[in-house]
């Protein structure tokens, strides 16, 4: 694999927390320029810890971290693959802090170095294009969840990532805003991660969905053929379908 493509290289990492055995157990993962993962499991099984670990939240117990190809091991390594990876959280609410939609969005880039009047601009651009214009004054704790939702990508979306980490986007939300995020993650020519329960959508938007279990993740892109009469990658993981 040519190394100047592949953007996350994680081996041998666990990781626990305090009193508790280990979430992770010896994982590896190798993530290159243009792939698209869908990522699965049960609850408590380490998919949100492990995006953790690849921002430097957490620090695993073990393990090694390559990311751009440089080892991240301090918090200063990991200064720099903030400003690339951009994470959706799970919960809107941790994501969303600034009184209005226009500060929210424009804070990642006011961040990153760039004036005010660029920053609003990159924010009116990227609300415009998940079809939020007019969201601008609204105020954050008003939204709906959907609402939210969507301004909470507009954040890491308008930090112009190389990379997004995507913790159950579409999760609880209606039918309507799970197209709008479908079809606008489709769109993107990004690179992302994304965990999700929910296997129709990580069949249609992502190229190879993985399980996670016992601490690792398992690379079974196998078509199964199984009783709902159709095929796609990993259909031995038992999932439901909408």
Same mark, same amino acid.
């Given at each position: 694999m040519d190394s100047n493509n592949l953007f996350i290289n994680l081996t041998d990492i666990s990781f626990?927390?305090? &009193?508790?055995?280990?979430?992770?157990?010896?994982?590896?993962?190798?993530?290159?320029?243009?792939?698209?993962?869908?990522?699965?499991?049960?609850? &408590?099984?380490? +998919? @949100?810890? #492990?995006?953790?670990?690849?921002?430097? #939240?957490? +620090?695993?117990?073990?393990?090694?971290? !390559?990311?751009?190809? %440089? @080892?991240? +091991?301090? !918090?200063?390594?990991?200064i720099d693959v903030r400003r690339k990876i951009g994470l959706l959280f799970q919960d809107a609410d941790d994501q969303l802090f600034s009184p209005t939609v226009l500060e929210d969005v424009a804070f990642g880039p006011l961040n990153l170095g760039k004036s005010r009047v660029e920053a609003i601009d990159i924010a009116r651009k990227t609300l415009d294009f998940l079809g939020l214009s007019g969201f601008e004054d609204r105020f954050t704790y008003k939204l709906s969840g959907g609402e939210k939702r969507l301004v909470s990508l507009a954040t890491v979306l308008a930090m112009e990532p190389e990379i997004l980490l995507l913790d159950e986007p579409t999760t609880g939300l209606d039918e309507k805003t799970k197209t709008k995020i479908k079809k606008t993650l489709s769109e993107l020519d990004l690179s992302y991660i994304l965990i999700s329960h929910e296997f129709d959508l990580l069949?249609?938007?992502?190229?190879?969905?993985?399980?996670?279990? %016992?601490?690792?993740?398992?690379?079974? !892109? %196998?078509?199964? #053929? =199984?009783? =709902? #009469?159709?095929?796609?990658?990993?259909?031995?993981?038992?999932?439901?379908?909408?």
């Open positions: 626990s927390y305090p &009193g508790s055995p280990n979430v992770l157990e010896g994982l590896d993962l190798r993530f290159s320029r243009n792939e698209k993962i869908g990522l699965m499991g049960p609850n &408590g099984c380490g +998919k @949100t810890t #492990l995006f953790h670990i690849i921002m430097g #939240l957490l +620090k695993p117990l073990s393990g090694k971290i !390559e990311i751009f190809g %440089k @080892t991240a +091991k301090e !918090e200063k390594d990991f069949s249609e938007i992502t190229d190879s969905i993985y399980t996670m279990d %016992k601490g690792k993740i398992i690379f079974d !892109e %196998k078509v199964h #053929l =199984h009783e =709902h #009469l159709h095929a796609h990658p990993h259909g031995s993981y038992r999932h439901e379908h909408e």
